[in-house]
């Protein structure tokens, strides 16, 4: 295994083929340590560690020179209609540089209008307009981080009349065109396949999935709409759910074991807990890798 210099730094390359991770939360930190945590990575938000210093980088730090690290933005605003912010991508940019991970990933939505940030990761239609304007951005973000990034596909809650596009077309144009790779949230299909009537295996049969490079799994929240029907939520508040991990256990049988994620955002459990969910992963991982060579154009290596 070779290290990585960044300045004064040495950090480990760590592969993540085949491997299972989790969210890292600093409130887990010490039951890491000391436990001698059995997950094969962990992935932060960016907008997390923008700062310059402080503890939130001590930590991180601590995690980066044992396990691989997986950066995910989640503020980036790819689909939207502006430019993007070149104070925040300068910032990606440099955290990129400064932690060398694994996997770059950001979200196939947008989140600013003007002068206004919307806390939410929110739809676009799948029109020749938006394919230009995501493409020409993820373009420009893969020349700041000077590496391909990966695009995840979104949790949907309406749909738009001028779509042009499948999800999984549009997507696939995506990465055609910008040499992208994908990240696929399986959560999200099962949430909007539910919230929106259309079936989640017949959405993963035409996913491009030669060009998945990570796996997303979380949990989401049950509610009704105004007219008492089901609506889901991917509020990564919970385990992941059993049918969830059925279409899981599915796209690894099709893809070979892919560099998988458990994400958990709020009401965040004991590291214990955690650590089961990613564990049950790896457990589907390993019993599909006899037929996959890992290290193939499915896995993600550093």
């Known amino acids: 295994m070779n290290d990585i210099t960044i300045g004064s730094r040495r950090f480990p390359a760590f592969p993540v083929a085949g491997r299972a991770g989790a969210s890292f939360k600093p409130q887990h930190l010490e039951a890491i340590v000391s436990a001698g945590a059995r997950v094969g990575f962990f992935e932060v938000h960016a907008e997390n560690y923008m700062g310059a210093g402080g503890p939130p980088h001590a930590a991180l730090t601590r995690i ?20 993007l912010d070149k104070d925040h991508l300068d910032r990606f940019a440099a955290l990129v540089g400064r932690y060398v991970p694994a996997v770059v990933s950001e979200h196939l939505a947008w989140s600013t209008h003007d002068d206004v940030f919307y806390n ?7 029109t020749a307009a938006t394919l230009r304007t995501v493409c020409d951005h993820i373009d420009e973000v893969q020349s700041a981080i000077k590496r391909p990034m990966l695009l995840e596909n979104p949790s949907t809650y309406v749909v738009f009349a001028e779509s042009e596009f499948s999800e999984t077309d549009f997507i696939a144009e995506i990465a055609r065109r910008t040499g992208c790779g994908l990240l696929l949230d399986v959560n999200n299909v099962f949430v909007s396949a539910t919230n929106h009537g259309f079936s989640a295996l017949d959405y993963l049969s035409e996913f491009p999935l030669q060009h998945v490079g990570e796996i997303h799994l979380a949990g989401h929240a049950e509610q009704t709409d105004d007219e008492g029907e089901l609506l889901l939520i991917d509020s990564h508040d919970g385990p992941v759910a059993d049918a969830v991990w059925k279409l899981y256990d599915i796209v690894i049988g099709r893809c070979g074991p892919v560099a998988t994620l458990v994400e958990w955002d709020s009401a965040i ?18 019993r599909h890798s006899a037929s996959f060579a890992i290290g193939g154009r499915h896995a993600v290596a550093s």
């Not at 980066?64 to 790819?78: F, N, Q």
């Not at 939410?120 to 799948?126: A, K, M, Q, R």
């Open 64 to 83: 980066r020179r044992d396990y691989p690290l997986l950066l995910h933005g989640v503020c980036m605003s790819i689909g939207g209609p502006q430019p």
């Open 120 to 126: 939410d990761l929110l739809p676009l239609p799948f």
């Open 269 to 286: 459990p004991d590291w214990t807990i955690l650590m089961a969910e990613a564990d049950a992963a790896q457990t589907i991982m390993d």
